[in-house]
């Protein structure tokens, strides 16, 4: 019984081995899921609760849900949508004079000697975006960008469907892979893979949050202080470059103070530097332990370890995911110590014992 006990626990690990394989030969196809399977995390309590509390069919809770949820970002499309678009045009458009603008603010009005030529920021700027809109206007670039583009709608529609499906079906789906589970391991699983629900919807709730939270108070300051033009493209980018733990911040702050300088010189970048400086450590000491709370106790060595290592294996996707499974590999490591010191805890009793008996012994006499 025991022989067949272990064979079935090896050939489970096997199987799990043989799935992540697959799953990393196909990661290309992977990140519709994942993100669908994060939306599905987030929003699993939620759907919990109120199918429990409204007495209604799943689905029509899953609907509700979803529109309470994106009812939301539709609003901010609606209103912020026209002027976002009309920013990033203009930002595009007006590329050279920015980038000569920061050009002069560094290194003066010119011109400059370049290699026995005369130049001036102007005529640099310019050949320097034209390299580039000439590398993008080619018509196999610009067929790539429309497929792109056509990919990431399907690509957005696809992800919809597969958090509903996950959602709708999520106590069937349970129940389906706890039968892939062999029957002695079958309650440390289900109480591992519960703590993992519950410590990854935190976090990608609260580092939902957390980008909504840091693009508004950053359109804000940008806007409402420090009258920076392109405030709104800015922000959005500061918030979605949030989800990239050291290096998103740090890329944000780089190219907001780098737009600051081109506008109004050194004053107007070290004040947007500052404000950028002032956010972060508000955010990393006030804000991030209040939202995520203890969700993911990693430590920031281990975290840069594993975003650098994500990116190797599987670039942007691996990036983000980075955290996420790095704060799983923590839950099931916690569980398996948790586990190994429950059966080592015997072997301090000899000890315990040991020093019941001696102080039972009358004290040595005095030499």
């Known amino acids: 019984m025991l022989l067949q006990t272990g064979r079935a626990t090896w050939v489970w690990w096997i199987g799990i081995g043989t799935v992540i394989l697959f799953l990393y030969l196909v990661r290309s196809i992977l990140p519709p899921f994942l993100i669908g399977a994060a939306i599905a995390f987030m929003l699993a309590p939620v759907v919990d609760s109120a199918e429990q509390q409204w007495r209604l069919p799943r689905g029509m809770v899953v609907g509700l849900i979803y529109l309470a949820f994106f009812g939301p970002l539709i609003l901010a499309f609606v209103f912020f949508g026209p002027r976002f678009f009309h920013e990033t045009r203009q930002l595009i458009v007006r590329s050279p004079l920015i980038l000569a603008q920061l050009i002069e603010q560094i ?14 920021p102007q005529f640099i700027a310019s050949d320097l975006v034209d390299s580039v809109r000439s590398t993008l206007g080619t018509p196999m670039t610009a067929l790539h960008l429309a497929t792109s583009f056509v990919d990431f709608l399907l690509a957005t529609f696809l992800t919809l469907i597969v958090s509903i499906y996950l959602l709708v079906d999520s106590r069937y789906i349970n129940r ?4 892939l589970v062999p029957v002695p391991l079958r309650p440390e699983v289900v109480e591992v893979s519960g703590e993992i629900h519950r410590t990854l919807a935190r ?27 392109y405030a709104l493209p800015l922000a959005v980018a500061t918030g979605v470059v949030e989800i990239v733990p050291f290096v998103g911040p740090i890329v944000a702050a780089t190219v907001s103070t780098l737009f600051a300088m081109s506008q109004g010189g050194v004053p107007l970048a070290t004040g947007v530097l500052i404000f950028y400086v002032i956010l972060r450590q508000v955010e990393d000491q006030i804000v991030m332990p209040v939202v995520l709370g203890r969700a993911v106790e990693i430590h920031p060595l281990v975290v840069i370890f594993a975003v650098l290592s994500g990116g190797a ?30 059966r080592l805890a015997p072997l301090g009793k ?17 030499e």
């Not at 609260?206 to 693009?215: D, H, P, Q, S, Y």
Request: net charge neutral.
């Open 176 to 179: 389906m892979l706890i039968q």
């Open 350 to 366: 000899p000890a315990a014992s040991l020093g019941r008996i001696e102080s039972t012994l009358p004290p040595k006499a005095d």
């Open 313 to 342: 294996l599987a670039g942007v996707l691996g990036t983000l995911l980075a955290v996420p499974v790095a704060a799983a590999i923590k839950v099931i490591l916690d569980a398996w110590l948790a586990r190994s010191n429950t």
């Open 203 to 229: 976090y990608f709730r609260g580092e939902l949050f957390l980008i909504a939270l840091v693009a508004s108070i950053t359109f804000i300051g940008l806007e409402l202080v420090f009258h920076l033009h």
């Open 107 to 120: 290194f003066g009005p010119g011109p400059y000697d370049l290699l026995g030529a005369r130049a001036y």
